[in-house]
């Protein structure tokens, strides 16, 4: 069974820092390409970045500015979320997804085809 599990989210004053991870189990994703969603209570999922299958190419929403980078471990089948100065409107559940062996990068979620639980930040002002 593929399972991707986000964790690393938590309550975080304004300016403040976490590194989500995304361990994947049940298969290898080494040749796809991942990336990170986060929905705010009330709104649609959006895209927040996406990393190639080696990791050389990342690709960020404009909102994220430089504050997050998005990072893998192909020998751990994991990915990461480095977000620094973060802001109340960064609050929200941040997902993690996976392509089905395709190397590129997409910010489309349709062309996500596995995606984990979410896991919880929240940024107090």
């Known amino acids: 069974q593929v399972q991707l599990v986000e964790s690393g989210g938590g309550l975080v004053q304004a300016g403040g820092s976490l590194r989500l991870s995304c361990a994947a189990s049940g298969r290898t994703f080494s040749n796809s390409a991942m990336g990170w969603f986060r929905q705010a209570s009330g709104k649609a999922r959006e895209f927040v970045a996406t990393i190639n299958w080696r990791g050389g190419m990342t690709y960020y929403a404009d909102f994220v500015k430089g504050r997050f980078t998005i990072s893998r471990d192909n020998a751990k089948n994991t990915v990461y979320l480095q977000v620094t100065g973060l802001k109340p409107e960064d609050t929200a559940v941040y997902y993690c997804?996976?392509?089905?062996?395709?190397?590129?990068?997409?910010?489309?979620?349709?062309?996500?085809?596995?995606w984990g639980q979410g896991t919880q930040v929240t940024v107090s002002s």
């Open positions: 997804a996976a392509r089905d062996s395709v190397a590129s990068t997409t910010r489309w979620a349709s062309d996500y085809s596995y």
